[in-house]
């Protein structure tokens, strides 16, 4: 099994989630336990940067759609940021950029929680 | 690989490979579910999805278990939902007749039933699309070929996860077998103490069930309820107790129950009362069994073991009671087999020999000590005491009373001095000496005479014993002259001594009670005929021959019988 890991940073209310390696059926539950974390920290903004992430599959692509609305109902977001062309391609493709915001540098999806605020 | 619409399948295929090996390398079901359902959402861009799994099949309503959900809040997994669905493959919400409330809170609106062959598993319930459109048809197909690949495995993980539970079930049954038969092994021991016992029964219910409160009531031995062990601090009033003896079965305790104690354990959270019967059906104990740990109620199953380890248990602690009560008595009988050694002591080792005479004499004790005494003691060259004696009662207090009579012979017959020495005053000295040491209603028939071997006279005193008999030629001499039992009366009887002369070829019997009054199986006697009898047809013997031929006759007229009494004899022959 490919490794995967999560690597938490806050900025002010917002969290950052530093994905790496593999996000697959296998890893995806510890990307879920995450989101379940914040929900119940209520950390409803956050941002994910996929800078580090290797590979997606569609079983992960699933947990975004999965917390999205739980966060939007409490006025947050999943923001995602610094995806690479390969795994743009698979969001893309999917018409992930319809519903998610997706931002080239993480800075940009900061700005943008906070110019709301 | 530019044309986007060319990479999109690819990337379909590839995802359905991955999927097809991911859920075929797993076989728990909320994993399985847990990506059929992440997988679709994420190519759908759907934000909810739920997997309803069949748990029967009823003829009217099907029932679900909600076994797995993404995207949603507010719904139970494991949540059991019951709904009749469409006979379609695939349909919308509105194509079902009424709802559960759960697929409608959250708004899933196109379901997908889930086959095993023609065998429906479930159903997979999914929202709206992002654009708030269902999906195309040719994502429909993706779906479906999706459960398609799925069904095997998700009906291999339900399978799986069945055996799993049988599997659990059995383990269950073997740990309280294994209890059962670990107790039963600890339990046949018995060595184990009653304080050990309970312990364990303590630890057997609180490792099984986690039972904490054991109030256990007996009634072994006693006429009411005691309190055998408790372990928590309620006081019990000792009123309430009594009626215990009103419970013949095993009890649910209820709030509503009439009788104040079944209430008042009900209210110090007790659940359970198992009365504990005997063989003989008779119950004798009964336990009272607190709430189990994780607050569920007593099963079918739970009581059936619990009965048979109480029953175990408290039938162990009576067989304690019973061994404890047998090793008392075996020490006792080991203090009486003491007792006896040092009174066989008392009797002679060796008898002396007598110039032309021939002496034999034996002591057969019954169980245990007993009261016969016989001596056969040289005074002087010519002079020689024999003497025979029977304590009333038995046991240790006949016993004592034996010794001391034999104390008081040898004692007087030391200082024994010819010219100075006469029986009457002798004998009753030792009735002075004995009924001092004993209280009224404890006597001794006391027989002795002193031979004289020089002119063959026979100087006696018979202190109601049983009258020795002096065979010669065809005739009985009974040698009665004496007076009262020894130990009754301090004074005021004179003894009075008889004198016989004993010629050539007479033969002299003594003997205890114990010997004319063995019963046969009929409860008839021996009696003083038959030994009249036996040593007249020995009469020509030697003393050996004439004691062993009474002695076998006694034991033959007597076989099949205990031995009540112990049996004295001695035989004194002149040549």
């Not at chain 1, 209520?42 to 940067?49: A, E, G, H, I």
């Not at chain 2, 999805?49 to 139970?76: P, Q």
Request: one cysteine or more; glycine letters at 6%.
């Amino acid at each position: 099994m490919e490794d995967f890991n999560i690597k938490e940073t806050s900025n002010g209310q917002i969290k950052v989630l530093h994905l790496e390696g593999f996000l697959d059926a296998h890893t995806s539950s510890s990307l879920e336990s995450t989101f379940n974390r914040l929900i119940d920290e209520k950390s409803f903004k956050v941002v994910v940067n996929f800078d580090k992430l290797s590979y997606i599959s569609s079983a992960g692509l699933g947990v975004f759609m999965a917390y999205i609305e739980q966060m939007r109902n409490e006025q947050g977001d999943i923001k995602l940021c610094e995806m690479s062309d390969k795994i743009y391609n698979v969001f893309d493709m999917l018409g992930f950029p319809l519903l998610f915001e997706i931002y080239k540098e993480e800075k940009n999806a900061i700005e943008k929680f906070n110019a709301h605020d | 690989m530019d044309n986007p619409d060319s990479s999109k399948k690819l990337l379909e295929l590839n995802s359905l490979i991955e999927f097809s090996q991911l859920i075929n390398s797993n076989l728990e079901l909320e994993f399985i579910l847990g990506n059929i359902l992440l997988s679709i959402m994420g190519r759908m861009l759907i934000t909810k999805g739920m997997v309803l799994i069949k748990t029967n099949s009823d003829k009217t309503k099907d029932c679900f278990k909600i076994s797995s959900a993404k995207g949603i809040t507010g719904t139970e997994i494991n949540e059991n939902i019951e709904c009749a669905f469409p006979g379609e493959p695939v349909f919308k919400i509105e194509d079902i007749d009424e709802p559960h409330p759960v697929l409608k809170k959250n708004n899933f609106s196109i379901f997908f039933k889930i086959y095993f062959f023609n065998k429906l598993l479930g159903i997979l319930c999914l929202g709206k699309k992002l654009n708030n459109r269902y999906p195309e048809k040719n994502e429909i197909i993706f779906i479906e070929t999706l459960l398609n690949i799925s069904s095997t495995t998700i009906e291999n993980s339900l399978k799986f996860a069945e055996i799993k539970n049988l599997n659990k079930q059995l383990n269950e049954k073997i740990t309280k077998l294994n209890s059962l038969f670990e107790l039963g092994k600890v339990f046949s021991s018995n060595f184990q103490s009653i304080e050990e016992t309970i312990k364990l029964l303590r630890y057997t219910l609180l490792g099984n069930y986690g039972i904490k409160d054991l109030i256990i009531f007996s009634k072994y031995r006693a006429d009411n309820f005691y309190i055998l062990s408790k372990n928590t601090s309620i006081e019990i009033p000792e009123e309430y107790i009594s009626s215990l003896n009103e419970i013949r079965t095993r009890v649910f305790l209820k709030p509503e129950h009439k009788s104040n104690f079944l209430k008042f354990l009900f209210e110090k959270d007790f659940q359970l009362v198992i009365p504990v019967t005997n063989q003989r059906n008779e119950i004798t104990s009964m336990a009272c069994l607190g709430k189990k740990l994780n607050n569920t109620d007593y099963s079918d199953a739970d009581i059936e073991f619990l009965e048979s380890i109480i029953n175990l248990s408290v039938l162990s602690v009576e067989n304690s009671f019973l061994f404890k009560e047998s090793i008392e008595k075996q020490a006792l009988e080991n203090e009486l087999n003491i007792a006896r050694e040092i009174q066989l002591a008392l009797l002679p080792n060796s008898i002396p020999e007598i110039n032309g005479y021939q002496v034999s004499a034996v002591n057969k004790p019954a169980m245990h000590v007993g009261g016969d005494y016989f001596d056969v003691l040289r005074l002087t060259d010519s002079k020689y005491a024999l003497v025979i004696a029977d304590v009333t009662g038995k046991g240790t207090p006949a016993s004592l009373l034996m010794a001391n009579v034999q104390s008081a012979v040898h004692s007087f017959l030391k200082f024994f001095e010819d010219e100075h020495f006469n029986l009457i005053d002798v004998t009753q000295k030792i009735n002075e000496v004995i009924y001092s040491n004993t209280s009224s209603e404890k006597f001794i028939t006391f027989f002795w005479g002193i031979l004289d071997i020089e002119d063959g006279s026979f100087n006696y005193v018979n202190a109601g014993h049983n009258q020795p008999l002096l065979f010669r030629n065809n005739e009985i001499i009974y040698l009665e002259e004496g007076g009262l039992m020894i130990g009754i009366m301090e004074s005021g009887f004179p003894y009075q001594s008889g004198k016989v002369s004993l010629n050539p070829g007479d033969v002299l019997v003594m003997y205890t009670d114990g010997v004319i009054e063995q019963n046969d199986t009929d409860q008839l006697e021996f009696g003083e005929e038959r030994l009249i009898s036996t040593v007249t047809n020995s009469i020509n013997e030697s003393t050996d021959i004439i004691l062993n031929s009474i002695l076998n006759c006694v034991e033959n007229f007597g076989y099949g019988m205990k031995q009540f009494d112990d049996q004295t004899l001695i035989i004194l022959k002149k040549y």
